[in-house]
Each structure stands twice: as structure tokens, then as C-alpha cells.
């Protein structure tokens, strides 16, 4: 694989045989800092790597987009590629909500905010996971990328 990449090549997972654990394809929706946005599988999302790999949404085992972490604001794993844009998130924990980790308000550079728990950050490293705060959002965890990130408040 590292051959492949070292030439040029895209990367593609293998296709995988009934006894490999399925668990691993992730539903992702990169969302670029200049706005662009790239939907679809990956298997290879580290939160210390530069990189990963994005394969389709209607092909998850082709060939993977490069996906640089540097250009990106945040990754969003999602339930849906779609969602539903008729539904309003939740913005605010609600008295009997439970969070695992701090609070947090997160506000992006180009004025996005998003409400989540997160177990700890550090602007000085990559970025961090949150979890937010509605528990019906289309996404399960958000990976925010910390140069695209302005302010985070502990609420």
C-alpha cells in the first residue's frame, strides 16, 4: 500500500471477506475550510495522521480521495449524507441531558458553532472530537480541525 502511494496512486481499501468486521467503514462528510465539502466512506481517519482517505458514497471499497487535514475545517461522521434539513439541532444541553467529558461551545472561523462534550483539547494538537450536545443530530461526532477554530468555551 505504501508503494502505491508513494507513486501517485490512489488508495482504495481491500474489499472485504465475510470473516473482516465491517465496523470499521465510517460515514464521513469533510467540510473543507474554503467550503468545499466531500462525502463518503473512509477506513483509514487517524486524529494524529496529516491525512486519509475518502471513497464514495456509492462505492465505499473504490478508490479513496486524499483528504488533507491542513485544508480542512472539521470531519463530521454522520447517520445520514443527507440529513434531514428540516430538523433544527439543539444547541443547548437540556438540564437532564448527560454528557461524558466537558461541555463545550465551539465557534469556527467562518462563524459555525456547534455544542458538544468533548474528553479534552488542545489547540496546539491536530483538533479533538466533541459530541453533540442533541442526541437526534445527524452527527455522531465531530472531529474539528483546531486551526479552523476560533474559540472554544467550557459551558
Known amino acids: 500500500m505504501s508503494a502505491a502511494l508513494g507513486k501517485g496512486k490512489d488508495w482504495a481499501p481491500k474489499k472485504p471477506t465475510e470473516t473482516d468486521d465491517m465496523t470499521e467503514l465510517q460515514k464521513v462528510v469533510a467540510r473543507y475550510r474554503d467550503g468545499r465539502i466531500i462525502k463518503g466512506f473512509t ?5 494524529n495522521k496529516d491525512l486519509f482517505h475518502v471513497s464514495p458514497p456509492d462505492n465505499p471499497y473504490g478508490e479513496g480521495k486524499r483528504v488533507w487535514m491542513r485544508e480542512l475545517k472539521a ?3 454522520v ?17 437532564e441531558d448527560s454528557s461524558f467529558g466537558h461541555r463545550v461551545k465551539i465557534t ?3 462563524g459555525e458553532v456547534q455544542v458538544g462534550a ?11 472530537f466533541i459530541t453533540p ?3 437526534g443530530s445527524n452527527n455522531t ?6 486551526t479552523s477554530v476560533e474559540s472554544v468555551n467550557r459551558l
Not at 477506513?43 to 486524529?47: E, L, S, V, Y
Not at 447517520?79 to 438540564?95: C, L, M, Q, S, V
Open 75 to 77: 470531519v463530521f461522521f
Open 118 to 128: 468533548t474528553m479534552s483539547y488542545s489547540l496546539e494538537r491536530m483538533g479533538f
Open 43 to 47: 477506513r483509514n481517519f487517524f486524529p
Open 79 to 95: 447517520r445520514d449524507f443527507n440529513g434531514n434539513p428540516e430538523y433544527h439541532e439543539r444547541r443547548i444541553y437540556k438540564a
Open 141 to 146: 461526532r465531530i472531529f474539528a480541525v483546531s
Open 108 to 110: 469556527f472561523s467562518d
Open 133 to 135: 450536545a442533541d442526541p
